[in-house]
Nanobody
Framework: VQLQASGGGLVQAGGSLRLSCTAS????????MGWFRQAPGKGRESVAA????????YYTDSVKGRFTIPRDNAKDTVTLQMNSLQPEDTAMYYC???????????????WGQGTLVTVSS
């Protein structure tokens, strides 16, 4: 499956951004999807994940209550809605897909290119 991420940009603290990831090449609904981020000098962090049906979601503690990860299987798209953004959310964000429900970045098989999110204070 091929993944295309978009929607990054520069936003002030307290603002919102919506990242989108569109899949092609395989049956999107057969995959768990995740969003991950990597800040300069740091490892890749799991941000949020959603299973194939949308019935199971995962959020890392630092984004709970601020980020959501809806998916639209009819449009082959998963979104990361980010609200109340903080400077510590600044990172390159990646979407990824996996046939099984997992949350660790190392378990995901298919990756999109990153989209940069910068939050100014």
């Amino acid at each position: 499956v091929q993944l295309q991420a978009s929607g990054g940009g520069l936003v002030q603290a307290g603002g919102s951004l919506r990242l989108s990831c569109t899949a092609s090449g395989r049956t999107f609904s057969g995959y768990a999807m995740g969003w991950f981020r990597q800040a300069p000098g740091k490892g890749r962090e799991s941000v949020a994940a959603i299973n194939w049906s949308g019935g199971i979601t995962y959020y890392t503690d630092s984004v709970k209550g601020r980020f959501t990860i809806p998916r639209d299987n009819a449009k082959d798209t998963v979104t990361l809605q980010m609200n109340s953004l903080q400077p510590e959310d600044t990172a390159m964000y990646y979407c990824a897909a996996n046939r099984l429900w997992v949350t660790l970045a190392t378990r995901y098989d298919y990756w999109g290119q990153g989209t940069l999110v910068t939050v100014s204070s």
